[in-house]
């Protein structure tokens, strides 16, 4: 178990000044329950709130890292509508989720882009979400270890092969699972997240967060398993005292540090 890890995907959720109020409210909370143990925690919010709640962050102190939800893997040029990892880091980002079902069911993107946008984002210094996941026929058909892996194999395929994976972040997300208050048992997701360390042990194990309605009620029971490190956490973010209590009750179930 490394240092649990938890981040708050937006979506398309909140303008500039929710987004903004949002942090005011969570440095609030905090400071009346002040946080016991160590953790990550990231914030993903749309481009639009990504520099100034950057700014925020900074201005305030806050305990909370920034993340996109998506890159183009191009440095600059003719890309109408897109952005690049340099525009990333200087908005104040340290993470960039990237291959969300979201973008692979509603914008075409498959495992070669998927590469390409990892490569970008380890290349600017970025710490990439790598986010796999099976769909529900998949799981019926017994696919999911198969779907996982070859999700994660290719995201991470452009990599050059000194490069260490253990900075970089995977998120394992059942399709089926997203915004359907439907999620596996804790037990199965240990085991896909096993299986996921065991085949990247040679170049470095990523942290791997679960995500898929992730909430207060059910986060300390995934928490508990030793191969999940956080969570990615969708609808429940989206309030920032919720966020903070599955934070808190996260942490508080996470196995030991080894
Ligand atoms: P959910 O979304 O928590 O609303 O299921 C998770 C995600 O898509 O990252």
Redesign the pocket.
């Given at each position: 178990m490394a240092l649990p890890c938890f981040?708050a995907?937006f979506?398309m959720n909140k303008t500039v000044a929710e987004t903004l109020s949002y942090l005011t409210l969570y440095r609030q909370r905090l400071s009346e329950r002040p946080q016991q143990q160590n953790v990550e925690v990231i914030l993903a919010p749309p481009y639009t709130a990504l520099f100034s709640a950057g700014h925020k962050i900074k201005e305030g102190s806050l305990p909370i890292g920034l993340a996109a939800q998506n890159l183009y893997f191009e440095a600059d040029g003719a890309y109408t509508g897109e952005v690049s990892s340099n525009m990333l880091c200087e908005a104040g980002c340290q993470y960039v989720?990237i291959g969300?079902?979201?973008r692979r069911k509603y914008f075409g993107e498959n495992d070669a882009i998927i590469a390409a946008k990892v490569f970008a984002a380890v290349e600017a210094g970025l710490t990439p979400i790598l986010?796999v996941g099976e769909s529900a026929k998949e799981r019926q058909e017994g696919k999911t270890l198969e779907v996982v892996q070859r999700q994660v194999k290719e995201g991470f395929s452009k990599m050059a092969g000194d490069m260490s994976l253990s900075h970089s972040i995977i998120?394992y997300?059942p399709v089926w699972?997203?915004?359907?208050g439907n999620t596996p048992i804790p037990s199965e997701v240990e085991q896909v997240h096993q299986e996921i360390a065991r085949h990247l042990k040679e170049n470095g194990v990523p942290r791997i967060l679960y995500?898929?309605?992730?909430?207060e009620a059910n986060v300390a029971a995934f928490m508990k398993e030793p191969h999940v490190d956080g969570m990615?956490?969708?609808?429940?973010?989206l309030s920032a005292e919720t966020f903070l209590n599955i934070v808190q009750v996260g942490a508080r179930h996470a196995a030991p540090l080894p």
């Amino acid at each position: 178990m490394a240092l649990p890890c938890f981040v708050a995907n937006f979506k398309m959720n909140k303008t500039v000044a929710e987004t903004l109020s949002y942090l005011t409210l969570y440095r609030q909370r905090l400071s009346e329950r002040p946080q016991q143990q160590n953790v990550e925690v990231i914030l993903a919010p749309p481009y639009t709130a990504l520099f100034s709640a950057g700014h925020k962050i900074k201005e305030g102190s806050l305990p909370i890292g920034l993340a996109a939800q998506n890159l183009y893997f191009e440095a600059d040029g003719a890309y109408t509508g897109e952005v690049s990892s340099n525009m990333l880091c200087e908005a104040g980002c340290q993470y960039v989720i990237i291959g969300h079902s979201e973008r692979r069911k509603y914008f075409g993107e498959n495992d070669a882009i998927i590469a390409a946008k990892v490569f970008a984002a380890v290349e600017a210094g970025l710490t990439p979400i790598l986010c796999v996941g099976e769909s529900a026929k998949e799981r019926q058909e017994g696919k999911t270890l198969e779907v996982v892996q070859r999700q994660v194999k290719e995201g991470f395929s452009k990599m050059a092969g000194d490069m260490s994976l253990s900075h970089s972040i995977i998120a394992y997300e059942p399709v089926w699972a997203i915004g359907t208050g439907n999620t596996p048992i804790p037990s199965e997701v240990e085991q896909v997240h096993q299986e996921i360390a065991r085949h990247l042990k040679e170049n470095g194990v990523p942290r791997i967060l679960y995500g898929g309605s992730v909430n207060e009620a059910n986060v300390a029971a995934f928490m508990k398993e030793p191969h999940v490190d956080g969570m990615l956490v969708g609808g429940a973010s989206l309030s920032a005292e919720t966020f903070l209590n599955i934070v808190q009750v996260g942490a508080r179930h996470a196995a030991p540090l080894p």
